[in-house]
């Protein structure tokens, strides 16, 4: 499974940003599809997690309300559209896919296959 991230870039504070990441070489439509991020000097953090059909979805406790998981099982993609983005934010944002599980899991350990991440900076 190959996983390709974009969408990522300089965004000013208050701002929004939606990254997209392209599955292939597996069997999307079965999987469970995860974000991860991690900031300089810092351990990788659960962002957001969507099940196989889209049908449940979990967020990390700073991400609520304001980041809002997706999928497209005909476009193999899973996407993270960002509001209200704040230098916080900022970090290397990761794709993550586990074919072993319909629903999302929120530990970084429980996925398999993993994108090459895009930058998120957020300043003014």
């Known amino acids: 499974v190959q996983l390709e991230e974009s969408g990522g870039g300089l965004v000013q504070p208050g701002g929004s940003l939606t990254l997209s990441c392209v599955a292939s070489?597996?069997?999307?439509?079965?999987?469970?599809m995860g974000w991860f991020r991690q900031a300089l000097g810092k351990e990788r953090e659960f962002v957001a997690g969507i099940s196989w059909n889209g049908g449940t979805t979990y967020y990390g406790d700073s991400m609520k309300g304001r980041f809002t998981i997706s999928r497209d099982n005909a476009k193999n993609t899973v996407y993270l559209q960002m509001n209200a983005l704040n230098p916080d934010d900022t970090a290397v944002y990761y794709c993550?896919?586990?074919?072993?599980?319909?629903?999302?899991?929120?530990?970084?350990?429980?996925?398999?296959?993993w994108g090459q991440g895009t930058q998120v900076t957020v300043s003014s």
């Open positions: 993550a896919a586990d074919p072993q599980h319909y629903r999302p899991l929120v530990v970084a350990n429980g996925y398999q296959y």
């Open positions: 070489g597996g069997t999307f439509s079965n999987d469970a």
